[in-house]
């Protein structure tokens, strides 16, 4: 894991929002990313898969949809600057997905 490619994946507005939200540590579907970013499905599915990439979340299939969570063995330094980028961002709306985990 290299710090450009993690500043390069947080760079787009949908990305870090998306981080934002599964950054509590639960498990969130795409249903649900999608509905509070306003993102169709293609495109949300290729935001989560750069996240992926670059190690930040992991996710597993759901049926038609996947979940998606923080990935829980993230170098300390990695963790840290990103609770600093998320405390700057104002909070997004509570999700009204009703389709929860299994």
């Known amino acids: 894991m290299r710090v450009n490619d993690l500043l390069t994946a ?7 929002r998306a981080l ?5 540590g639960d498990e969130h579907c ?4 999608m509905e509070r970013l306003g ?12 996240l992926k990439a670059v190690g930040l979340l992991t996710g597993r299939r759901d049926a038609q949809w996947v979940r998606y969570h923080r990935t829980p ?5 990695w963790v840290a600057m990103i609770d600093s980028i998320l405390a700057a961002l104002p909070a997004l709306p509570l ?6 985990a299994a």
């Open 95 to 100: 999700a009204q997905c009703q389709k929860k």
């Open 30 to 33: 795409v249903c649900e990313l």
């Open 20 to 24: 934002q939200i599964v950054w509590d």
């Open 73 to 77: 063995e993230l170098p300390p330094s």
């Open 10 to 16: 947080l760079s787009e507005p949908i990305r870090l």
């Open 39 to 50: 993102a169709t499905q293609s495109r949300m599915s290729r935001h989560m898969a750069r």
